[in-house]
């Protein structure tokens, strides 16, 4: 069991739901006893920057190849979780990510949280290449939402390599609950 683990992907903010899931992830991970880097490649600041271009985020992606590197070498990651995006450019920068974590020899599960992979790979010759370059069907495995989603990437990573992991809130602590018990019957919770 790998003691050292990379997180490459997105934390909030902006608040979203890979973001999000990216810092529960990580968390799971502390909690079970791993050590665990993280290297952000956050390349939006506000939520409508989300699914863009610009030169900014070109140069901000370089600058996360060269985190990535060095948490490697630094912290000798056994395994690396990959948090990939399917959107335009994004998807061709994560491939490049990719390449250069396989040209380090680095072990990569991929984390899949949306659906689009089958459609992409229809609809783009240059999508079902790189859906079948090594940087995908390589990887050591995929984490999905659902078992439906397997079926969106089983033909560019094999079933046996792809595992379930459905979205998820955190524990609630009974401290926070009873500060709820104690306020009176006429005040309204709001959610």
Known sequence: MPTEILIVGQFPPPFHGSNIMAERFHDSLENLGYQVSIVEKTF???IEEVGTFSLKKL???QVVVFKVV???VATRADLCFYFISLKFPSFYIDVMFLLVLRLIGTHVVLYIHGKGFQRSAERSPLMRWLLKSPMISKSLGALV???IL???IDSFIPNDRLFVLPNCIPDVSAQ????YRTKSKSDKIRI
Not at 176 to 179: M, P
């Open 44 to 46: 939006s600041r506000k």
């Open 59 to 61: 140069l901000r992606a």
């Open 70 to 72: 060095r948490s490697l």
């Open 145 to 147: 939402l659902g078992e």
């Open 150 to 152: 397997k079926k969106d």
């Open 176 to 179: 926070v609950l009873s500060t």
